[in-house]
C-alpha cells in the first residue's frame, strides 16, 4: 500500500459560484498544487510524518528555511517558497502551540486565502499533520470565512482565463480524523452559506436593494424551500395595521417600506426563538439629515435583517427541524416633502405614541413595530433584535464587540456564551430604569426617540426598544427579548480577520449556534 494512503485521508474542498467551500473525502493523498503547510512557533522542521509525498526539491527548501530560522511560524505569518522544481508552498504560521485559540486557528486558516496571489494558482493542499480535531476544523472555517468577496459589479477580464476557474482545495489530514473533519467543514459550509448571504445583502448598493426587492429575495427564498414560508406586509398593509413606526420612517422615499416575515418549520407546535432585523437599506438621517461624509456607508444600516435573513439561509442549510421566526422590518429613510418631521407625534403598532425628535433615530422606530408584532402574534419564546443602531456603542466597544441588552438574564448568559464560541463577542450592557425614564419623558407622548442629551446613546435606545417588548400571555412578566447593537461590528472592522472588507455577516454563525447548540 502506498505510504501516503495509509497515512493520510484528503477532504476536497471547491468553492462553488456563490457558495462558500464545500468539502467531501478523498482518498487520494496526493498533493496537488500550491502545498499550505500550517507551522508551530519556532518550528526547526516539519512535524514527523507530514513530509510525506513532498517532492524531494522543495522539501530541502523548506528545511533550510526552518532549520536556519527564516520562518518563525509566529501567528498570523506566511511565506511563500517558489521557483524550484518541486512545486511552490505556502507557511502558515500558528503561534505558540500554548496560546492557541479556536480564534487564532481560524485566523491562521484565514491566512491562507488572505494571502493567496497569482502565484499560488487555483489549487492548493493543506498538508495537517499532528493537530488536534477542533484546531482543524476551525482552521478550515477561517479558511472558508475569508473566501468571501463581493465582486458582482467588477468587470470580469475576458483575457484572463483564470477569471472564472474557482478555488480548489484539497486539505490532507490523518486517516482516523478524516471522518470528523469532513463533517466539521460541511457543517462550517453550511453555516457560512448564511453569512455569505448576509455579506452579500450588506454590501449590496442601495440602488438595487431596497425594502421590496429585500422581500421579493426572501418571497423567493421561501419558494425554494417546502419547510419555509414567507409573508410580506407591504406599505398600504402596514398603514390599515397603524404600523407607525414602519410607515413614519418610509413614507418620505417612493420606494416604501415592508415588513418581512420569516417562518421554518411552521408546523411545529410550541413557542419558538425570533430574531428581528431592522432594515434601513439606505439611511439619510431624513430630514435631520447625516453629514456628507461617510454616507455611502448607510447602505450598511440594513445589516440587521441581513444577519436575520442569514439566520434562516444558515438553519435551513444544516437542516434544523424545529421552529424559528424571523422578522425583517425594511425601510429606506430619505427627506422629501412626504417625510417625516422632527416634532412629528407618531402612533405605533402597539398603541403607544411617539414623539420624533429626530429623524435619524429611525430604526428603534422600525424596530418598535417588529417587536410588538412579533410578540402578539407570532408566539415567541424568547426575541433577539439586532440593529446597526447607534454611534455610541462605537464610541463604547470600538468594532471589537456587540452591545447587549436583554431583560432576561439566562438568556443574555445564552447569547454572550455562543458569541464566545464562535468568536464573535457580544458585551453586556446596561438597562437602568434611568434610561428608560428618560425615554419616556416626552411632555406629549408616551415615548421620544430620543435621549434627554448625548450621554448613554446607546442605552437609551435600547431601553426605548424595551417598551414595545409585550408581556408573555395575561402576566406582567415580558417575553424574554435581548437587543445587539450591532454598529461597530456590521461593517468596518479592520481588526476582523475574517473578512476582507465590507459587510461582516457578524452574529449568522452565534445566532445559528444558539438556537440549534451546534
Not at 422581500?215 to 419555509?228: K, L, M, P, S, T
Not at 445587539?484 to 452574529?507: M, S, Y
Amino acid at each position: 500500500m502506498n505510504p501516503i494512503r495509509r497515512i493520510f485521508k484528503r477532504v476536497v474542498v471547491s468553492r462553488w459560484i456563490g457558495e462558500p467551500m464545500r468539502v467531501n473525502i478523498d482518498a487520494n493523498g496526493n498533493i496537488n498544487g500550491t502545498l499550505v503547510l500550517p507551522l508551530w512557533q519556532d518550528s526547526k522542521e516539519m512535524v514527523e510524518g507530514s513530509e510525506l509525498g513532498i517532492h524531494r526539491t522543495l522539501k530541502n527548501q523548506i528545511d533550510t528555511v526552518l532549520e536556519a530560522g527564516d520562518f518563525k511560524a509566529k501567528s498570523g505569518s506566511s511565506m511563500t517558497l517558489a521557483g524550484t522544481e518541486g512545486g511552490k508552498a505556502l507557511l502558515i504560521g500558528l503561534g505558540k502551540m500554548d496560546d492557541v485559540s479556536s480564534n487564532s486557528m481560524r485566523e491562521s486558516g484565514a491566512k491562507v486565502t488572505a494571502s493567496l496571489g497569482k502565484i499560488h494558482g487555483k489549487t492548493l493542499t493543506v498538508r495537517f499533520h499532528g493537530l488536534e480535531d477542533a484546531q482543524m476544523a476551525n482552521f478550515v472555517e477561517g479558511m472558508i470565512l475569508r473566501d468571501y468577496s463581493y465582486d458582482h459589479y467588477k468587470s470580469k477580464d475576458e483575457d484572463n482565463e483564470d477569471d472564472d476557474v474557482e478555488l480548489t482545495v484539497h486539505i490532507n489530514c490523518e486517516e482516523e480524523k478524516a471522518a470528523a473533519l469532513s463533517s466539521a467543514a460541511k457543517h462550517a459550509s453550511e453555516v457560512a452559506s448564511g453569512v455569505y448571504l448576509a455579506r452579500d445583502l450588506g454590501n449590496a448598493p442601495p440602488n438595487d436593494l431596497y425594502p421590496m426587492e429585500y422581500a421579493r429575495q426572501a418571497i423567493e427564498f421561501g419558494e425554494e424551500h417546502d419547510n419555509v414560508v414567507v409573508k410580506v406586509i407591504n406599505y398600504e398593509e402596514a398603514r390599515t395595521l397603524g404600523m407607525g413606526g414602519l410607515v413614519g420612517v418610509g413614507m418620505g422615499s417612493y420606494r416604501k417600506p415592508c415588513m418581512v416575515i420569516f417562518e421554518i418549520n411552521g408546523d411545529k407546535p410550541g413557542p419558538s426563538p425570533c430574531i428581528i432585523g431592522k432594515g434601513i437599506t439606505f439611511d439619510t438621517g431624513g430630514i435631520s439629515i447625516k453629514p456628507s461624509p461617510s454616507m455611502d456607508e448607510m447602505k450598511y444600516d440594513m445589516h440587521g435583517s441581513a444577519t436575520t435573513f442569514g439566520v434562516m439561509k444558515a438553519l435551513v442549510a444544516t437542516g434544523w427541524n424545529e421552529r424559528v421566526i424571523g422578522v425583517a422590518c425594511m425601510a429606506e429613510n430619505m427627506p422629501s416633502s412626504n417625510a417625516q418631521r422632527p416634532g412629528d407625534v407618531i402612533k405605533t403598532y402597539s398603541g403607544k405614541t411617539v414623539e420624533v425628535l429626530n429623524t435619524d433615530a429611525e430604526g428603534r422606530l422600525v424596530l418598535s413595530d417588529g417587536l410588538w408584532y412579533a410578540g402578539t402574534h407570532l408566539n415567541p419564546s424568547y426575541i433577539i433584535d439586532l440593529a446597526t443602531l447607534t454611534g455610541a456603542i462605537v464610541v463604547a466597544l470600538g468594532h471589537e464587540a456587540t452591545g447587549m441588552w436583554s431583560n432576561d438574564d439566562e438568556l443574555l448568559s445564552k447569547i454572550q456564551a455562543s458569541g464566545d464560541h464562535c468568536d464573535e463577542i457580544t458585551w453586556p450592557m446596561p438597562l437602568f430604569k434611568a434610561f428608560e425614564k428618560e425615554i419616556t419623558d416626552s411632555k406629549i407622548a408616551d415615548t421620544r426617540n430620543l435621549g434627554a442629551g448625548r450621554w448613554g446613546g446607546s442605552n437609551t435606545a435600547a431601553a426605548f426598544l424595551k417598551q414595545f417588548v409585550p408581556n408573555k400571555g395575561d402576566s406582567d412578566e415580558q417575553i424574554p427579548w435581548a437587543h445587539l447593537d450591532i454598529a461597530g461590528t456590521a461593517w468596518g472592522a479592520k481588526t476582523n480577520k475574517l473578512v476582507k472588507t465590507g459587510a461582516t455577516g457578524i452574529h449568522v454563525r452565534t445566532l445559528h449556534h444558539l438556537i440549534t447548540g451546534q
